[in-house]
């Protein structure tokens, strides 16, 4: 492919992507004011989730974002511009959905521009915390060779940050530093999930078998 031709498959790419995103704003509009009648009433579904699922065969998490725009759009028409230019992205309506407001529409709105899911997440969590969340701290030896053996894994959870303190991790409390050749393997399997500005909830797996 030579530089001309490049530019002009990037060229039809980027008209593409442009009709995407007004497709998916039309049909977020149409879905906006379908809800708003009740349509999926008449068709005996108990909600307009059940009618995307069921009747559209949406998988849930493609309808549960769907929904929640749907919703955000009956309140604050204003989102949908946004939604066709691509500044807010589908994926980053139910964190925008939790901290919304009439008040704040004005300047809430633009911290969501161009975000990523995660982002998106932690902006929500700094602007509405998670009220006195749990906190543990857990201290484990694991033994590489039990994790390089062991096909069984069970999944914890565990809270890091301190009320009005900086977050650490159990690696920083551990007087002995964790084996640098297991950090590969516990990577893919960890989570983590904002609650406060500074309090985070990591899920990772790990095995349940000890040497």
Not at 63 to 76: G, M, P, V
Request: with cysteine; proline share 9%; aromatic share 6%.
């Amino acid at each position: 492919m030579d530089t001309t031709e490049s530019r002009t498959f990037a060229a039809r790419l980027a008209d593409l992507l442009k009709n995407e995103r007004h497709a998916m704003a039309d049909f977020l509009v149409a879905l906006a004011e379908y809800d708003r009648r009740r349509g999926w009433i008449e068709l005996g579904y108990s909600s307009l989730f059940a009618f995307l699922t069921d009747r559209l065969g949406l998988s849930k998490a493609a309808a549960f974002f769907r929904f929640k725009a749907a919703e955000l759009i009956q309140r604050y028409p204003e989102i949908v511009e946004p939604l066709r230019d691509g500044r807010v992205c589908i994926t980053t309506m139910a964190s925008l959905a939790r901290v919304l407001t009439p008040e704040n529409r004005a300047t809430v709105l633009p911290r969501f521009f161009h975000l990523s899911k995660q982002e998106a997440k932690l902006i929500a969590a700094e602007l509405l915390p998670v009220a006195n969340p749990p906190r543990r701290t857990v201290i484990t030896t694991v033994h590489a060779a039990s994790v390089a053996r062991a096909p069984e894994t069970t999944s914890q959870t565990v809270f890091l940050g301190e009320p009005n303190g900086p977050e650490r991790s159990p690696a920083a409390a551990s007087p002995t530093p964790p084996d640098p050749v297991l950090a590969p393997e516990l990577a893919p399997a960890m989570r983590v999930e904002p609650l406060t500005a500074t309090v985070r909830r990591v899920h990772l797996t790990v095995s349940c078998r000890v040497s």
